[in-house]
């Protein structure tokens, strides 16, 4: 197969995937199953799509298939009558159905994943996989899991889906709120993968971060009463705005100081600062939603690096240390507190209040810590970490700013750039890192 063909399908996978599962799951009724099934059909695209050409309507051939393979499955279990019989009850009551208050397949599909009988980890895993598309290797770098362990995550999430019979259904409103927490982590998950993506050859990833911009308008716009539901959306636009800027015309991460702000989109901005103050005007406090879209408004304010109110910053990220006992939140406070403070401090954070075991295998710490090392004049062991963290990087973007950073050591000027960095210990404690996500 040519490498054209594949990167096609998988482009249409990105765009079209939720979609073909959540019509899938309409008919099925079984989430897990209508993901397979999708997959199915693009093990078909891959085969077929080479030598007939990609179909105009690439979206509606991939349902076809999958809803093909349902029937045919039907029809191996000798339950395709019954099954007549059900589809033909339930449009007869949708039809009689007057009002739906998730209108939206996608959110639809997120909802479902999101059912109680489910974990809280292996909600948000299996709606990264179902709803935004992600590989499962993407999936465990931003849970920093080994991929077998993933894998086996996501595997048992369908089969207790469909033990429970749980339906691809609307929950009833009183349910929402079981519900919302996980919903609201699986939206920022998917856009924080959108905003530095995981792996792959590009820095941003915008298709997905804009599915998780409207998703999460219109959770916001489904719990208009959750403060925290505001300060995603807040967190979000602010973020987004700053997509023009953040990538440069070769394809490379921009970093913060070398940011041309006047391409941040202000319209952007002056939502998110608006939707944070729709979260704040509740009264409750902040949580990590809202604090994480104070740091965002703190650069977003700033006319450069330098009038930033990095003391700001460091409050901000402690208060969200507390809450969330994330250890790139940590490693955050400390990039915050070298532009507050000295690299000095900042190191010693790293190397005496981190909890480096979590941060096994990601090429967070060590990237950090050559930063700092590089700042304080010890060049030789910076050069040791930013290789080590280079080796680590998934992203081939981000692997090329390391190595070029180790070739010209002596011109690396500052933490305010640290561009990429992005881990997530679980889904109860979003990691809420400025710094870590690129700034």
């Known amino acids: 197969m040519s490498d054209d063909v594949r990167r096609t399908v998988e482009a249409v996978w990105r765009i079209e995937g939720a979609r073909v599962v959540s019509t899938v799951a309409r008919m099925v009724g079984d989430v897990g199953l209508a993901e397979d099934l999708a997959q199915d059909a693009l093990a078909d695209a891959l085969a077929q799509w080479p030598e007939s050409g990609v179909p105009r309507n690439a979206g509606a051939w991939l349902t076809a298939v999958a809803k093909r393979r349902a029937i045919d499955t039907w029809r191996r279990s000798e339950r395709l009558d019954d099954r007549y019989r059900t589809l033909a009850h339930d449009m007869s009551t949708a039809a009689e159905q007057e009002w739906e208050p998730i209108e939206d397949d996608v959110l639809k599909l997120v909802f479902a994943a999101c059912h109680p009988v489910l974990s809280r980890e292996a909600q948000v895993a299996l709606t990264l ?21 993933m894998q ?14 749980v339906p691809f259904a609307v929950p009833e409103p009183h349910e929402w709120g079981r519900r919302l927490a996980a919903v609201l982590a699986v939206v920022y998950l998917v856009f924080t993968e959108g905003y530095a993506a995981t792996s792959g050859d590009r820095v941003l990833r915008t298709d997905l971060a804009g599915e998780a911009l409207r998703l999460g308008r219109m959770v916001a716009a489904l719990a208009p009463r959750e403060p925290e539901a505001h300060a ?92 969330t006992k994330n250890p790139v939140v940590t490693l955050n406070r400390a990039v915050a507190v070298s532009m507050a403070a000295d690299p000095a401090t900042a ?90 996500k690129g700034s």
């Not at 104070?294 to 901000?316: F, K, N, P, Q």
């Not at 060049?379 to 700013?401: C, F, I, S, T």
């Open 129 to 149: 996989r179902v709803v935004s598309g992600l590989t499962t290797e993407e999936i465990a770098r931003m849970f920093l899991v080994p991929v077998p362990t």
């Open 152 to 165: 086996q995550r996501i595997v048992r999430a369908k089969k207790t889906l469909s033990a429970a019979r």
């Open 232 to 323: 995603l959306v807040a967190l979000m636009e602010i973020q987004a705005s700053r997509f023009a800027a953040r990538v440069g015309p070769d394809g490379a991460p921009v970093l913060l100081a070398d940011q041309d702000r006047s391409r941040w989109d202000r319209g952007q901005i002056t939502r998110g600062l608006a939707a944070l103050a729709r979260a704040d005007a509740f009264g409750r406090g902040r949580g990590p939603y809202g604090l994480q879209a104070a740091i965002a408004a703190c650069h977003a304010r700033a006319a450069d690096v330098a009038d930033t109110d990095w003391e700001e910053i460091v409050t901000l990220y402690t208060a969200l240390e507390q809450l």
């Open 347 to 436: 190191l010693r954070i790293l190397d005496e209040e981190l909890d480096a075991k979590r941060l096994a295998g990601s090429y967070l710490l060590p990237s950090a810590r050559g930063e700092l090392l590089a700042r304080l004049g010890r060049h030789q062991e910076a050069r040791e970490e930013l290789r080590r963290a280079a080796d680590l990087a998934g992203n081939e973007r981000q692997r090329a700013v390391l190595l070029e950073r180790i070739e010209g050591l002596e011109g690396l000027e500052g933490l305010e750039g640290l561009e990429g960095l992005k881990g997530l210990e679980g889904p109860d404690d979003p990691d809420g890192s400025e710094e870590s």
